[in-house]
């Protein structure tokens, strides 16, 4: 396990953000942690990623405490948050530069380090150009680039999408997921789009600071939501049927049969899951 957190627990004077939650996180997998805003997401990334101490329990990263050695663990991470820390008056190149020299890296293990970040994030087009004039999708490119600078086993991605259009969601991802699969890094996601945490290997959903579910997208599914056969008859007549396995839609349908004007099936989603289990509830701060 890359991350093992156990009896984590936060608070903010009176404000419990995060209350005793524990869950790991497999080397190599793509792991979303997925909540309403103010759940606690954002507090348990800053402290896994050593921008804030817990008040009590256990975060490892990579085996070495998030606070005890956080020298170690940024060491293993790269991290793309929600807003960007990149100079806008610099080049992408420049500020790639500029970040991989707080990495300690100097001269040509620095421009190797550059280019390599360059070329696999795409960003070459682009590069000489200054981090202000950029779209949204470039920029996000960019973020990335920076984020693995140093090769990090680890990549922390903070709703990375957030704002860009579906085709750029799209592009970002693919870039994502091809990263992952030549280098096995492990991809830590929080995001609001659904079908993104779909592609996850495994999913934590938090609410008031609180796991409330995880597993992986197809066990969340069937125990969080549920399928719905839909028919209408060539009378006219419209039925609708919960479904608790989409195989039980079958002696439905044979019952109907000779009078099936319509049939549909809809299968419920990850959407349905994050609903069902955060609707209704109140933030925390």
Same mark, same amino acid.
């Given at each position: 396990?890359i991350? #093992?957190? =156990?009896?984590?627990? /936060? ?7 995060? *209350? ?8 190599g +997998?793509?792991?979303?942690?997925l909540?309403?805003? &103010?759940?606690? /997401? ?20 990579? &085996? ?9 663990v940024? =060491? ?12 806008p ?25 550059? !280019?390599n ?6 960003? +070459? ?5 200054r981090y202000?004039?950029?779209? &949204?999708?470039? *920029? ?8 693995l600078l ?12 957030t704002g ?11 870039l994502i997921?091809?990263?992952?699969? +030549? +280098? ?14 779909? !592609? ?6 938090i609410?008031?600071?609180e796991?409330k579910? #995880?597993?992986t997208?197809?066990?969340?599914k ?9 028919i209408?008859?060539?009378? &006219? !007549? ?6 608790? *396995? ?9 019952q109907y ?5 319509n049939v !549909? ?7 349905d ?13």
């Amino acid at each position: 396990m890359i991350i #093992q957190v =156990e009896n984590f627990y /936060k608070a903010y004077g009176d404000i419990e953000a995060v *209350r005793g939650i524990s869950f790991s996180v497999s080397a190599g +997998s793509l792991f979303s942690f997925l909540g309403t805003n &103010g759940a606690g /997401k954002t507090t348990t990334i800053n402290i896994l990623t050593t921008l804030l101490a817990k008040s009590s329990g256990t975060a490892l990263v990579g &085996g070495f405490d998030a606070d005890k050695n956080a020298d170690k663990v940024r =060491e293993l991470i790269g991290v793309v948050f929600q807003d960007s820390v990149l100079d806008p008056l610099l080049t992408v190149r420049e500020n790639l530069a500029v970040r991989g020299s707080l990495y300690g890296l100097r001269g040509a293990k620095l421009k190797s380090a550059v !280019e390599n970040a360059v070329k696999i994030t795409d960003v +070459s087009s682009f590069a000489a150009q200054r981090y202000g004039t950029l779209s &949204g999708g470039q *920029r996000r490119r960019a973020d990335i680039a920076r984020a693995l600078l140093h090769t990090p086993k680890l990549l922390f991605l903070d709703e990375p999408t957030t704002g860009l259009d579906p085709k750029t969601r799209r592009d970002i991802w693919r870039l994502i997921r091809d990263l992952q699969k +030549s +280098s096995g890094m492990t991809v830590f996601l929080t995001t609001h789009y659904m079908e993104e945490a779909a !592609e996850s290997d495994d999913i934590v959903v938090i609410s008031k600071g609180e796991i409330k579910a #995880q597993g992986t997208p197809v066990e969340l599914k069937s125990r969080y939501c549920t399928d719905f056969l839909k028919i209408t008859t060539t009378g &006219g !007549e419209y039925i609708e049927h919960k479904l608790k *396995r989409t195989v039980d839609a079958l002696p439905v349908i044979e019952q109907y049969k000779g009078s099936i004007a319509n049939v !549909e099936i809809i299968n419920g989603t990850l959407e349905d899951v994050f609903l069902n289990l955060t609707e209704g509830l109140d933030d925390v701060g």
